[in-house]
């Protein structure tokens, strides 16, 4: 069975601009989750998304939003990209929301100049 | 504020020995925790999970334990290999998953 898959797996983007990365979990899976991984950190939760709807948000910025798709997919997007942003933001999902083993993607990197 | 902290940045210890990483956490009562395992380039990888009421969880040469008077997790990795080289990150759940730093362990062989 295909793991979850992240797109793109790395990203340059200069400032102030937007940003969409997206995700497909692991079919079955109907929570979807983003992590920001900054160098030498651990991964720090952004959002959960469980059948459609925000479930969880963490200590980011409006500039943050995403959203999951009927196929349970998700979108996680940037507005107005700082030079802090850049970092591996890795999707996981799981079978429900929860205390449910995460599933990672390897991430996508992206890069602010 | 939720903390996690994480023994020391990196652990180095020779091949047969036993690992043992730590994981602190304050200011909240997680009901679970987990561990996971990160490969440079890589996601995470779920390894275990241990419930509050739980005191030790075992998988292969894999031993977690949860001690919610102390707040803390101790992870073993028994007859360590220099392929259990990697980061190990705790990660409490309350009600969504925090994540330590993370401790970079090097087996020598």
């Known amino acids: 069975d295909a793991g979850v898959t992240q797109s793109p797996t790395h990203l340059i983007k200069t400032r102030g601009q937007h940003v969409t990365l997206r995700c497909s979990p692991i079919s079955g899976h109907k929570s979807v989750s983003w992590y920001q991984q900054v160098l030498g950190q651990g991964p720090q939760f952004i959002f959960q998304?469980?059948?459609?709807?925000?479930?969880g948000r963490g200590n980011f910025p409006d500039r943050f939003s995403a959203r999951q798709f009927p196929n349970y997919s998700s979108e996680l997007n940037v507005n107005a990209l700082l030079l802090g942003d850049s970092a591996l933001y890795l999707c996981a999902s799981s079978l429900a929301r929860g205390n449910q083993p995460q599933h990672f993607g390897d991430g996508t990197r992206l890069s602010i100049l | 504020s939720q903390k996690i902290e994480q023994n020391s940045e990196a652990l180095n210890i020779q091949e047969g020995k036993t690992a043992t990483l730590t994981c602190n956490y304050t200011n909240y009562s997680p009901a679970y925790l987990q561990w996971y395992r990160q490969d440079p380039g890589r996601g995470p990888v779920f390894l275990l999970l241990?419930?509050?009421?739980?005191k030790e969880k075992r998988k292969e040469r894999l031993k977690v334990t949860f001690d919610t008077t102390l707040k803390q997790s101790l992870f073993h990795i028994t007859a360590s290999q220099p392929a259990d080289s990697a980061t190990y990150l705790c990660a409490p759940y309350g009600q969504n998953f925090v994540f330590g730093p993370g401790t970079r362990l090097s087996v020598l062989p």
């Open positions: 241990i419930r509050e009421n739980e």
């Open positions: 998304y469980y059948e459609k709807e925000e479930r």
